[in-house]
């Protein structure tokens, strides 16, 4: 055995076990995860300073870049869940189907906008930055 300065392995990639679905119901999940995510954010800029040009213009971009596809936005919606603990961010990783995969993330979405509104009642103000798992308390 090669002895290496870095852990190194071999991986697979996972490909989900369902399709994207039709009909009304799956368009409504999917409609409803979208709906999550700009509420979320409309959450976020009633909590930020309203001086802050930057953020508001990184919540804009973020609301223009969701995507319509629902195995992308399956994948997309972990960034705007700045108050998901590691457990569920890798319950979510582990997910196999899109359906499930965007079920847990309906709920987490509107567990993070109540969160969101607790700290507007507090007076807080909260920076949104995409990529960071936990947002900034100012």
Same mark, same amino acid.
């Given at each position: 055995?090669?002895?290496?300065?870095?852990? +190194?392995?071999? +991986?697979?990639?996972?490909?989900? !076990?369902?399709?994207?679905? !039709?009909?009304? =119901?799956?368009? %409504?999940? +999917?409609?409803?995860?979208? !709906? #999550?995510?700009? %509420? &979320?954010?409309?959450? &976020? @800029?009633?909590?930020?300073?309203? #001086?802050?040009?930057?953020?508001? $213009?990184?919540?804009? %971009?973020?609301l223009r870049a +969701?995507?319509?596809?629902?195995?992308?936005?399956?994948?997309?919606?972990?960034?705007?869940?700045?108050?998901?603990?590691?457990?569920?961010?890798?319950?979510?990783?582990?997910?196999?189907?899109? @359906?499930?995969?965007?079920?847990?993330?309906?709920?987490?979405?509107?567990?993070?906008?109540?969160? &969101?509104?607790?700290?507007?009642? =507090?007076?807080?103000?909260?920076?949104? !930055?995409? #990529? $960071?798992?936990?947002?900034?308390?100012?």
């Amino acid at each position: 055995v090669k002895e290496l300065p870095y852990l +190194v392995g071999e +991986v697979e990639p996972l490909q989900d !076990e369902d399709e994207p679905g !039709e009909g009304p =119901a799956w368009e %409504a999940l +999917v409609q409803g995860v979208r !709906e #999550g995510i700009a %509420a &979320v954010l409309e959450a &976020v @800029r009633e909590v930020s300073p309203s #001086g802050d040009a930057r953020q508001r $213009l990184q919540l804009d %971009a973020v609301l223009r870049a +969701v995507p319509t596809d629902p195995a992308e936005l399956s994948f997309f919606v972990p960034q705007v869940l700045t108050g998901a603990s590691a457990e569920e961010r890798q319950r979510l990783l582990d997910t196999r189907t899109v @359906r499930q995969r965007l079920r847990l993330e309906q709920r987490l979405l509107g567990r993070e906008q109540q969160h &969101v509104r607790r700290l507007k009642r =507090a007076g807080s103000h909260l920076r949104f !930055e995409v #990529g $960071l798992s936990r947002p900034s308390l100012n």
